[in-house]
């Protein structure tokens, strides 16, 4: 806008002329413009780079260089002052003058002289316009900025969106409205294995599958072409050429370009995911199937104890609508026993229990039940419990059939006895908790005539007689275990009247037309389902037995046939089932096996009895032997003494007279007969022992009353002897005479094996249950070559020894049920010791060891 | 006369053929056992040893094969109350075998032999 002439309004000057100078000066101050005057042109080129004006008055006529055309020439070239208006004051108007002027860029001209009203009207048109002008330079420069600006950011856009897309990992394509290409990213072209050019501008028919467009696809391109409607298409298959087997999500969005409708295509490559999909999908339709059709139940139960999913076999199991009979059992089994899931869902156990219920037909089932936690959530807390029920009623019939025929097995194995053996065989058989045949009968093998022998019968003779039988053991609810246990108590039954009807059969094991025989000759079980018109059944067996279906059993035990058990349900009629056979077979195996121990066993007592008449006769002719042993022993141990008997005696004779000699002779004589004498003693003690008289006595007393009678012997040889007494030794059961002349033996035993002297300890101790007498010396010990038959008869280290004395005292002793042992160094000495029991209760326990004596002796 | 060694465990035994054989005029020496006589014989050389068979520890039969081993030529008689020991071959190395008895008539009459035979006077 222009702007009225202030004092703002400054105008340069350029006259050399000073009076004019002055002159114009005054003027244009005088009518409110700030005049700046120079004289010349340079002075005005210099000041109007500096200052600002707002026109310059400028004489054409200056005398000096530049001239008034040149300095505006030069201003005007100057670009930002390209605006400012120039006014020449001249003298000469001439039309030539003119053109130079505005040929030069000046704006206007004043001739010399100039009316002054004239020079301030055209300076203030002039200032006027050079504002307008000015301000419309500037702007045009502002603008022209700015556009510039504009550009810039423009650039820098198009240069964000090339990076977007560029960098986008899905397929681009745009489309016009006649499906032409009109862009493609490099995924796109990597994918369709091709370069830009040979995409750019085609038809997408050319790289896009026929049918992938013939569908779905053509139909979105349509919508968002014709009515701007974008779309989704989730998994095309197999969508671009040259990329099989790829599967792809489509997203087709029309865009506006400059009033021109396109499409744009995100083509994302989703096989991944797809097949991923896909094999869960798979895996997920196995697993569904897999828990419809396997054989358990299952079921999912929530916290609150409620079942929230079930397979369908638990729907079979237990009724397919909530609420039914069988079902309400399942919950309130589960109810019932909250202890088998509050483990489950409180600590994360896996349970295992077993439920034995009662269909709504009154059959019994078992079910084995897992109860496994489903963990869910942050915290995992047991959120669900998944419950597996298997149906292991047939397991559990076999299980308890099985240990029910174990027991009867067991049984039958304790049972040694023929007959009882017999007896329980029959009384399994029928019984109705395992096998339950109504009848059964039982041949043995006669091992020397080959004949099947009926043994036993057991069952009614009678329809009635069944019926009774059945009353009573269902009144009494015993168990097989009881009737078993009872058989052992009961004495034998009479022969039956069912018996009495089958006793005289005789059955040839070379006659395979009987069919028992057949069974034992083939050594296979036999089923009969219609015994009138089956072959293998003789018209004397119908007669005798009856029935019309029954099962032959052979009793098989170290592959030898031990005889063979025929059953039958003639009064119930029940069919003989498969499993019922193999149950009998399995039964008989095992009675065959217990006949066999039995009739092993009864052997087994045979061969003992036989054996031990054997052993009497051996024992008797090493009775003779021993007899001989000691009749050699006796006469070589007699031969000495009987020598030097007689040989002094007749030295005696010969010479009568030598009184000195006589004596000294005879004194010899009579010593050697008291050493025959005593060497009978020892053979008659061995010979024939007495069995201990046991009392109750104090074995401290007799130690020591041994002790004294031997002192002075042991004194005159120079052995010194101590008593060691255990005072608080109770008192025991023994027979004081012979535990005196076991002292008294082994006594004179030390003795003797100290001829230079030495010592002696007598000692009473007690060792745990036992009181000990010990006998130690300090003599010249036992030789180990001798240690081992130290005890036997007949072995002497001794000149004058019997080789009896060991012997005998190890035969007290023993008949005392006690033990005599010995520790022995040669060259040091020995300890002897004799252990008795000490408790009186147990003295009874001797009993059998004095009969064995009183026995022998009697032998 | 003759120097006589008379080996047996029977202290009497040897007391009666001490005095019996001294009657005959023999100058006796008596040994308990066999290790004894042995002991003896180092130091002395009997004209003629009558050896019991039967004696605890080294018997008869050792001690003659020890004695025979130092001198062959020791007369020996055995003595003992068995006669089944002439079924052990060892005693056949012996002068003499003479089963014990109060008589010692036999006794003396082998000594008088075997002292002849080796031609020792007596």
Same mark, same amino acid.
């Given at each position: 806008?222009?702007?009225?002439?202030?004092?703002?309004?400054?105008?340069?000057?350029?006259?050399?002329?000073?009076?004019?100078?002055?002159?114009?000066?005054?003027?244009?101050?005088?009518?409110?413009?700030?005049?700046?005057?120079?004289?010349?042109?340079?002075?005005?080129?210099?000041?109007?780079?500096?200052?600002?004006?707002?026109?310059?008055?400028?004489?054409?006529?200056?005398?000096?260089?530049?001239?008034?055309?040149?300095?505006?020439?030069?201003?005007?070239?100057?670009?930002?002052?390209?605006?400012?208006?120039?006014?020449?004051?001249?003298?000469?108007?001439?039309?030539?003058?003119?053109?130079?002027?505005?040929?030069?860029?000046?704006?206007?001209?004043?001739?010399?002289?100039?009316?002054?009203?004239?020079?301030?009207?055209?300076?203030?048109?002039?200032?006027?316009?050079?504002?307008?002008?000015?301000?419309?330079?500037?702007?045009?420069?502002?603008?022209?900025?700015?556009?510039?600006?504009?550009?810039?950011?423009?650039?820098?856009?198009?240069?964000?969106?090339?990076?977007?897309?560029?960098?986008?990992?899905?397929?681009?394509?745009?489309?016009?409205?006649?499906?032409?290409?009109?862009?493609?990213?490099?995924?796109?072209?990597?994918?369709?294995?091709?370069?830009?050019?040979?995409?750019?501008?085609?038809?997408?028919?050319?790289?896009?599958?026929?049918?992938?467009?013939?569908?779905?696809?053509?139909?979105?391109?349509?919508?968002?072409?014709?009515?701007?409607?974008?779309?989704?298409?989730?998994?095309?298959?197999?969508?671009?050429?040259?990329?099989?087997?790829?599967?792809?999500?489509?997203?087709?969005?029309?865009?506006?370009?400059?009033?021109?409708?396109?499409?744009?295509?995100?083509?994302?490559?989703?096989?991944?995911?797809?097949?991923?999909?896909?094999?869960?999908?798979?895996?997920?339709?196995?697993?569904?199937?897999?828990?419809?059709?396997?054989?358990?139940?299952?079921?999912?139960?929530?916290?609150?104890?409620?079942?929230?999913?079930?397979?369908?076999?638990?729907?079979?199991?237990?009724?397919?609508?909530?609420?039914?009979?069988?079902?309400?059992?399942?919950?309130?089994?589960?109810?019932?026993?909250?202890?088998?899931?509050?483990?489950?869902?409180?600590?994360?156990?896996?349970?295992?229990?077993?439920?034995?219920?009662?269909?709504?037909?009154?059959?019994?089932?078992?079910?084995?039940?897992?109860?496994?936690?489903?963990?869910?959530?942050?915290?995992?807390?047991?959120?669900?419990?998944?419950?597996?029920?298997?149906?292991?009623?047939?397991?559990?019939?076999?299980?308890?059939?099985?240990?029910?025929?174990?027991?009867?097995?067991?049984?039958?194995?304790?049972?040694?006895?023929?007959?009882?053996?017999?007896?329980?065989?029959?009384?399994?058989?029928?019984?109705?908790?395992?096998?339950?045949?109504?009848?059964?009968?039982?041949?043995?093998?006669?091992?020397?005539?080959?004949?099947?022998?009926?043994?036993?019968?057991?069952?009614?003779?009678?329809?009635?007689?069944?019926?009774?039988?059945?009353?009573?053991?269902?009144?009494?609810?015993?168990?097989?275990?009881?009737?078993?246990?009872?058989?052992?108590?009961?004495?034998?039954?009479?022969?039956?009247?069912?018996?009495?009807?089958?006793?005289?059969?005789?059955?040839?094991?070379?006659?395979?037309?009987?069919?028992?025989?057949?069974?034992?000759?083939?050594?296979?079980?036999?089923?009969?389902?219609?015994?009138?018109?089956?072959?293998?059944?003789?018209?004397?067996?119908?007669?005798?037995?009856?029935?019309?279906?029954?099962?032959?059993?052979?009793?098989?035990?170290?592959?030898?046939?031990?005889?063979?058990?025929?059953?039958?349900?003639?009064?119930?009629?029940?069919?003989?089932?498969?499993?019922?056979?193999?149950?009998?077979?399995?039964?008989?195996?095992?009675?065959?096996?217990?006949?066999?121990?039995?009739?092993?066993?009864?052997?087994?007592?045979?061969?003992?009895?036989?054996?031990?008449?054997?052993?009497?006769?051996?024992?008797?002719?090493?009775?003779?032997?021993?007899?001989?042993?000691?009749?050699?022993?006796?006469?070589?141990?007699?031969?000495?003494?009987?020598?030097?008997?007689?040989?002094?005696?007749?030295?005696?004779?010969?010479?009568?007279?030598?009184?000195?000699?006589?004596?000294?002779?005879?004194?010899?004589?009579?010593?050697?007969?008291?050493?025959?004498?005593?060497?009978?003693?020892?053979?008659?003690?061995?010979?024939?022992?007495?069995?201990?008289?046991?009392?109750?006595?104090?074995?401290?007393?007799?130690?020591?009353?041994?002790?004294?009678?031997?002192?002075?012997?042991?004194?005159?040889?120079?052995?010194?002897?101590?008593?060691?007494?255990?005072?608080?030794?109770?008192?025991?059961?023994?027979?004081?005479?012979?535990?005196?002349?076991?002292?008294?033996?082994?006594?004179?035993?030390?003795?003797?094996?100290?001829?230079?002297?030495?010592?002696?300890?007598?000692?009473?101790?007690?060792?745990?249950?036992?009181?000990?007498?010990?006998?130690?010396?300090?003599?010249?010990?036992?030789?180990?070559?001798?240690?081992?038959?130290?005890?036997?008869?007949?072995?002497?280290?001794?000149?004058?020894?019997?080789?009896?004395?060991?012997?005998?005292?190890?035969?007290?002793?023993?008949?005392?049920?006690?033990?005599?042992?010995?520790?022995?160094?040669?060259?040091?000495?020995?300890?002897?010791?004799?252990?008795?029991?000490?408790?009186?209760?147990?003295?009874?326990?001797?009993?059998?060891?004095?009969?064995?004596?009183?026995?022998?002796?009697?032998? | 006369?003759?120097?006589?060694?008379?080996?047996?465990?029977?202290?009497?035994?040897?007391?009666?053929?001490?005095?019996?054989?001294?009657?005959?005029?023999?100058?006796?020496?008596?040994?308990?056992?066999?290790?004894?006589?042995? $002991?003896?014989?180092?130091?002395?050389?009997? +004209? &003629?040893?009558? /050896?019991? =068979?039967?004696?605890?520890?080294?018997?008869?039969?050792?001690?003659?094969?020890?004695?025979?081993?130092?001198?062959?030529?020791?007369?020996?008689?055995?003595?003992?109350?068995?006669?089944?020991?002439?079924?052990?071959?060892?005693?056949?190395?012996? $002068?003499?075998?003479?089963?014990?008895?109060? +008589? &010692?008539?036999? /006794?003396? =009459?082998?000594?008088?032999?075997?002292?002849?035979?080796?031609?020792?006077?007596?």
């Amino acid at each position: 806008m222009p702007e009225p002439e202030t004092p703002s309004t400054r105008i340069l000057l350029v006259e050399d002329d000073a009076a004019t100078r002055h002159a114009e000066e005054t003027l244009l101050r005088r009518e409110g413009f700030t005049p700046v005057a120079v004289a010349t042109g340079a002075e005005a080129l210099t000041l109007i780079q500096k200052e600002s004006f707002d026109l310059v008055l400028l004489d054409l006529d200056l005398r000096s260089e530049p001239g008034g055309l040149e300095v505006c020439r030069s201003v005007k070239s100057i670009p930002h002052l390209a605006w400012m208006p120039v006014m020449f004051v001249t003298g000469d108007v001439s039309a030539e003058t003119v053109s130079k002027v505005f040929e030069a860029g000046g704006d206007e001209f004043v001739g010399k002289p100039f009316k002054p009203e004239e020079l301030v009207a055209r300076a203030r048109v002039l200032v006027r316009k050079g504002r307008e002008e000015r301000w419309l330079v500037e702007r045009a420069r502002k603008l022209a900025e700015k556009i510039a600006e504009r550009d810039d950011e423009l650039d820098d856009l198009r240069r964000f969106a090339q990076d977007i897309v560029s960098s986008l990992p899905s397929a681009l394509l745009v489309l016009d409205a006649n499906r032409t290409v009109l862009f493609a990213n490099a995924p796109l072209l990597e994918a369709v294995k091709a370069e830009r050019r040979e995409v750019i501008g085609r038809a997408v028919t050319e790289f896009v599958r026929k049918e992938a467009l013939a569908g779905p696809l053509s139909r979105a391109l349509d919508a968002a072409i014709q009515t701007g409607q974008p779309s989704r298409l989730r998994r095309i298959e197999d969508f671009l050429r040259g990329n099989a087997s790829r599967v792809s999500d489509l997203t087709v969005a029309p865009i506006d370009y400059a009033g021109v409708r396109q499409v744009l295509v995100v083509i994302e490559d989703v096989t991944e995911q797809a097949r991923a999909e896909q094999s869960v999908a798979l895996e997920r339709a196995k697993l569904h199937d897999i828990v419809n059709a396997m054989n358990a139940a299952l079921c999912l139960i929530s916290r609150d104890r409620k079942i929230i999913w079930t397979n369908r076999t638990f729907d079979l199991w237990f009724g397919d609508a909530f609420g039914q009979p069988g079902f309400t059992s399942f919950l309130s089994n589960m109810a019932r026993n909250d202890s088998w899931v509050e483990p489950v869902f409180e600590r994360g156990q896996i349970q295992h229990v077993s439920w034995r219920v009662f269909t709504s037909h009154g059959q019994r089932r078992y079910f084995a039940n897992i109860i496994a936690p489903i963990r869910a959530g942050e915290n995992k807390r047991v959120e669900q419990a998944l419950v597996l029920t298997q149906d292991v009623t047939e397991q559990e019939t076999r299980v308890e059939q099985l240990s029910l025929l174990r027991e009867l097995t067991q049984f039958l194995q304790r049972t040694l006895d023929a007959e009882r053996l017999n007896h329980v065989i029959l009384l399994c058989v029928t019984a109705g908790h395992a096998l339950g045949f109504n009848r059964a009968f039982l041949f043995r093998r006669n091992r020397d005539t080959n004949v099947l022998e009926p043994q036993m019968a057991v069952g009614p003779t009678n329809r009635e007689e069944a019926f009774k039988i059945w009353a009573e053991l269902s009144e009494q609810g015993r168990s097989l275990h009881d009737l078993v246990g009872e058989v052992e108590r009961l004495p034998l039954l009479e022969p039956a009247s069912l018996f009495a009807r089958i006793k005289h059969v005789r059955i040839h094991m070379d006659d395979p037309a009987e069919i028992v025989a057949r069974t034992a000759i083939e050594k296979k079980t036999q089923v009969v389902l219609d015994a009138e018109h089956d072959e293998r059944v003789t018209q004397p067996f119908r007669q005798t037995f009856g029935s019309k279906e029954f099962v032959s059993v052979p009793m098989i035990a170290k592959g030898h046939v031990v005889g063979v058990i025929l059953a039958d349900n003639l009064y119930s009629g029940r069919n003989i089932t498969d499993d019922h056979v193999k149950l009998l077979t399995l039964f008989a195996a095992q009675a065959a096996l217990a006949i066999e121990n039995a009739y092993t066993y009864a052997e087994l007592e045979k061969k003992v009895l036989e054996l031990r008449k054997a052993q009497d006769k051996v024992v008797h002719s090493e009775k003779l032997a021993a007899v001989g042993k000691m009749a050699a022993h006796v006469a070589h141990e007699i031969r000495n003494p009987l020598s030097t008997i007689g040989g002094f005696a007749r030295a005696v004779l010969k010479r009568p007279d030598n009184l000195e000699r006589v004596n000294k002779n005879v004194k010899i004589i009579a010593e050697e007969a008291t050493r025959l004498e005593n060497m009978l003693k020892g053979v008659m003690d061995f010979s024939r022992p007495t069995a201990p008289v046991l009392k109750v006595g104090d074995l401290n007393a007799t130690a020591e009353k041994a002790f004294r009678t031997n002192a002075e012997m042991l004194g005159s040889r120079h052995i010194h002897s101590d008593l060691d007494m255990d005072r608080s030794l109770p008192e025991l059961m023994f027979d004081e005479n012979q535990i005196l002349q076991v002292l008294h033996n082994l006594i004179r035993n030390a003795a003797d094996s100290m001829q230079q002297g030495g010592g002696l300890t007598l000692k009473t101790s007690r060792n745990g249950d036992m009181a000990v007498l010990s006998i130690t010396d300090t003599g010249s010990g036992i030789p180990e070559d001798v240690r081992e038959r130290i005890f036997s008869p007949f072995i002497t280290t001794k000149p004058d020894g019997t080789g009896l004395g060991l012997a005998v005292t190890k035969k007290i002793v023993d008949d005392h049920g006690g033990r005599i042992d010995f520790d022995s160094v040669v060259g040091k000495g020995t300890t002897f010791r004799i252990n008795l029991l000490l408790r009186r209760a147990e003295m009874s326990q001797l009993a059998p060891a004095v009969r064995t004596v009183d026995m022998e002796r009697k032998a | 006369m003759a120097k006589v060694l008379v080996v047996d465990d029977d202290k009497n035994l040897r007391l009666l053929y001490e005095q019996e054989l001294a009657d005959e005029g023999h100058q006796v020496s008596l040994a308990g056992s066999g290790p004894e006589a042995l $002991d003896y014989l180092k130091n002395n050389r009997p +004209d &003629l040893i009558v /050896l019991d =068979i039967s004696m605890p520890g080294m018997d008869g039969i050792e001690a003659l094969g020890k004695i025979l081993a130092k001198d062959k030529t020791m007369p020996v008689i055995l003595n003992t109350a068995y006669s089944t020991y002439k079924d052990n071959f060892m005693t056949w190395s012996a $002068d003499a075998y003479v089963v014990k008895s109060g +008589d &010692l008539t036999e /006794l003396k =009459i082998k000594i008088k032999e075997v002292l002849k035979s080796r031609g020792i006077a007596n």
